[in-house]
């Protein structure tokens, strides 16, 4: 049971980047994705959440309309897509994968937003 991020980067303010989360072992649609990071100096924060089915998603106030979180059932995927990035967005990315008590944590991508 894993999931396993990918994509960020390094991006000049005002750009756009994607980051994905490739889960495996566990039936991913019984999931609620979640998309969390984390700042240098800061706690780990929620920045967008969809349910299993992909019906609904919730944003922080701080990225919507800007970021747009979605996922693809059949290929067990989730995606954060990142427009209009900010060098406040700047953050080690997170996937999480939660359903009842059971929890899964990607490894971490890197988001570097320059000014």
């Known amino acids: 049971e894993q999931l396993v991020g990918s994509g960020g980067g390094l991006v000049q303010s005002g750009g756009s980047l994607s980051v994905s989360c490739a889960a495996s072992?566990?039936?991913?649609?019984?999931?609620?994705l979640s998309w969390y990071r984390q700042a240098p100096g800061k706690e780990r924060e929620l920045v967008a959440s969809?349910?299993?089915?992909?019906?609904?998603?919730m944003y922080a106030d701080s990225v919507k309309g800007r970021f747009t979180i979605s996922r693809d059932n059949a290929k067990s995927t989730a995606y954060l897509q990142m427009n209009n990035l900010k060098p406040e967005d700047t953050a080690v990315y997170y996937c999480?994968?939660?359903?009842?008590?059971?929890?899964?944590w990607g490894q971490g991508t890197q988001v570097t937003v320059s000014s």
């Open positions: 072992g566990f039936t991913f649609s019984s999931y609620v």
């Open positions: 999480n994968a939660r359903f009842g008590n059971r929890n899964h």
């Open positions: 969809i349910t299993g089915r992909g019906d609904v998603t």
